[in-house]
């Protein structure tokens, strides 16, 4: 590819900002969820009550995001085929974010009584109805992104867009929302109000993307030998050697570290001996390292593979988790709040490889799959992504709820007393580590050259 071919084929950085819209969107509503849903409904306080178990809320996001997981292959292969004036993905945009936003804000409002069979099914019901709204915004969402930016060195730059607008959607939840539920701040509104503020900012930077985003025409298919179904797109993407690799490593990473990212305010309260509120230091202290990491990515990806860097950071990832241990449980030269905040800030390095280089790499993935089948099947391969990368979640989710449930996870009290109130939370970390060396290992044999988009030769 020439010099003039590239710069024809650049997205701009202009189109990448009101596509990126979409991403702060999407992750206002998923990061809320993902870090307060759980602390939401299994601890008590001013304006909310003991919902429910630490083990039963485990079950009930678990089966929400097996029933999102399943949506996943279902709804990209809907896009990848849908044809329509507005093109294969906006329509999902402008259809499914309305409903997305509206169960988002009831999974913050119950109705039903606390400790009753009613708010058991509300919630698992509304759960799942929530996650497969998200797939249906976000699924096709990030299936605009290979096909809006086909230069390979742009995408890094563009998946770096995205990273920022997580990390920002991140801050949101780990900063402003901290301030919304503590009674004893200034900003203080409760749950329920703090759902309705993220919402509405969800929904307008969803739609900004949705009404901006012009996307290629793609046409239909113009004899039947050209079409194929769902479960042969299905089949394709896990004979795809390179994949394959990807995706299951990627499963041990998210057992690992899904319920860790949902466990702050536990790791926050417990571990460091702070209040709710003491979230937005933490984050505070994480986010700078963060933005630091993603100019240093940018730079390193000009000299090294995207996919030597993406191991860097799985192995720091699998090395630092189980420190988690440590804090708040054993004497160190430091008190447990600061030994907390210095643990997050060596994490921000890895945190950050890890929002930027895996969009890249399963673009370069679809790539690959376009010269073996002619197809542009990018959608289906962020399906079993989603799929794949869902169950892993929920299945971490049901391995907290069961720690929290066993092992414990309250404050030290009259009838509980020292680190072994909360032994659950600190097992988080060891568990996150195991898991993700055991990826990082299976990562080692990815197989794709990302500058040709095929399979590496063997001995080359």
């Given at each position: 590819?020439?010099?003039?071919?590239?710069?024809?084929?650049?997205?701009?950085?202009?189109r990448?900002?009101?596509?990126?819209?979409?991403?702060?969107?999407?992750?206002?509503?998923?990061?809320?969820?993902?870090?307060?849903?759980?602390?939401?409904?299994?601890?008590?306080g001013?304006?909310?009550e003991?919902?429910?178990?630490?083990?039963?809320?485990?079950i009930?996001?678990?089966?929400?995001?097996?029933?999102?997981?399943?949506?996943?292959?279902?709804?990209?292969?809907?896009?990848?085929?849908?044809?329509?004036?507005?093109?294969?993905?906006?329509?999902?945009?402008?259809?499914?974010?309305?409903?997305?936003?509206?169960?988002?804000?009831?999974l913050?409002?119950?109705?039903?009584?606390?400790g009753?069979?009613?708010?058991?099914?509300?919630?698992?019901?509304?759960?799942?109805?929530?996650?497969?709204?998200?797939?249906?915004?976000?699924?096709?969402?990030?299936?605009?992104?290979?096909?809006?930016?086909?230069?390979?060195?742009?995408?890094?730059?563009?998946?770096?867009?995205?990273?920022?607008?997580?990390?920002?959607?991140?801050?949101?939840?780990?900063?402003?929302?901290?301030?919304?539920?503590?009674?004893?701040?200034?900003?203080y509104?409760?749950?329920?109000?703090?759902?309705?503020v993220?919402?509405?900012?969800?929904?307008?930077?969803?739609?900004?993307?949705?009404?901006?985003v012009?996307?290629?025409?793609?046409?239909?298919?113009?004899?039947?030998?050209?079409?194929?179904?769902?479960?042969?797109?299905?089949?394709?993407?896990l004979?795809?050697?390179?994949?394959?690799?990807?995706?299951?490593?990627?499963?041990f990473?998210?057992?690992?570290?899904?319920?860790?990212?949902?466990?702050?305010?536990?790791?926050v309260?417990?571990?460091m001996?702070?209040?709710?509120g003491?979230?937005?230091?933490?984050?505070?202290?994480?986010?700078?390292?963060?933005?630091?990491?993603?100019?240093?990515?940018?730079?390193?990806?000009?000299?090294?593979?995207?996919?030597?860097?993406?191991?860097?950071?799985?192995?720091?990832?699998?090395?630092?988790?189980?420190?988690?241990?440590?804090?708040?449980?054993?004497?160190?030269?430091?008190?447990?709040?600061?030994?907390?905040?210095?643990?997050?800030?060596?994490?921000?390095?890895?945190?950050?490889?890890?929002?930027?280089?895996?969009?890249?790499?399963l673009?370069?993935?679809?790539?690959?799959?376009?010269?073996?089948?002619?197809h542009?099947?990018?959608?289906?391969?962020?399906?079993?992504?989603?799929?794949?990368?869902?169950?892993?979640?929920?299945?971490?989710?049901?391995?907290?709820?069961?720690?929290?449930?066993?092992?414990?996870?309250?404050?030290?009290?009259?009838?509980?007393?020292g680190?072994?109130?909360f032994?659950?939370?600190?097992?988080?970390?060891?568990?996150?580590?195991?898991?993700?060396?055991?990826?990082?290992?299976?990562?080692?044999?990815?197989?794709?050259?990302?500058?040709?988009?095929?399979?590496?030769?063997?001995?080359?």
């Amino acid at each position: 590819m020439d010099k003039t071919q590239t710069q024809t084929q650049r997205y701009g950085l202009g189109r990448s900002m009101l596509y990126c819209c979409g991403q702060f969107g999407g992750n206002i509503v998923n990061m809320v969820c993902t870090g307060w849903l759980v602390y939401f409904y299994t601890t008590k306080g001013p304006g909310r009550e003991f919902y429910i178990s630490s083990a039963v809320f485990g079950i009930a996001f678990m089966l929400g995001r097996f029933v999102d997981g399943i949506a996943d292959p279902l709804v990209a292969y809907w896009s990848d085929n849908t044809r329509s004036p507005w093109g294969r993905r906006r329509p999902f945009l402008l259809f499914a974010t309305p409903p997305l936003i509206v169960t988002f804000i009831m999974l913050f409002r119950p109705i039903f009584p606390a400790g009753s069979l009613a708010i058991t099914v509300y919630t698992i019901v509304l759960m799942g109805l929530f996650y497969i709204f998200f797939t249906l915004v976000m699924g096709p969402y990030l299936s605009l992104y290979p096909e809006l930016v086909p230069d390979n060195d742009e995408r890094v730059q563009v998946s770096t867009y995205l990273a920022v607008c997580m990390m920002l959607a991140t801050a949101f939840q780990g900063m402003l929302v901290p301030k919304f539920v503590d009674v004893n701040s200034p900003l203080y509104m409760g749950y329920a109000n703090a759902a309705i503020v993220s919402g509405g900012m969800a929904f307008v930077f969803l739609y900004v993307t949705a009404f901006t985003v012009r996307e290629k025409r793609v046409q239909a298919p113009v004899n039947k030998e050209a079409s194929y179904s769902m479960f042969q797109a299905f089949a394709w993407t896990l004979k795809n050697p390179a994949f394959l690799i990807y995706i299951i490593s990627s499963i041990f990473q998210y057992l690992g570290f899904a319920c860790i990212t949902a466990s702050i305010p536990f790791i926050v309260t417990r571990l460091m001996g702070q209040s709710e509120g003491f979230v937005t230091t933490v984050y505070l202290t994480l986010f700078p390292g963060i933005a630091i990491s993603f100019v240093v990515i940018n730079a390193l990806t000009k000299k090294f593979e995207k996919a030597y860097l993406y191991k860097i950071g799985l192995l720091l990832l699998a090395l630092l988790m189980p420190l988690l241990f440590f804090v708040g449980r054993y004497p160190l030269p430091v008190s447990p709040t600061v030994a907390g905040i210095i643990l997050m800030g060596l994490l921000s390095f890895p945190l950050a490889i890890n929002q930027v280089l895996p969009m890249a790499i399963l673009a370069d993935i679809a790539d690959y799959d376009e010269k073996l089948s002619g197809h542009r099947r990018e959608g289906m391969y962020f399906g079993m992504q989603g799929l794949l990368q869902k169950i892993a979640t929920g299945l971490s989710m049901g391995m907290q709820g069961v720690l929290f449930q066993y092992f414990g996870k309250e404050l030290p009290s009259a009838a509980c007393s020292g680190p072994n109130c909360f032994l659950g939370v600190s097992l988080l970390g060891p568990i996150a580590g195991i898991l993700g060396l055991i990826g990082f290992f299976i990562f080692l044999k990815y197989p794709l050259d990302e500058k040709t988009k095929d399979l590496k030769v063997k001995g080359a």
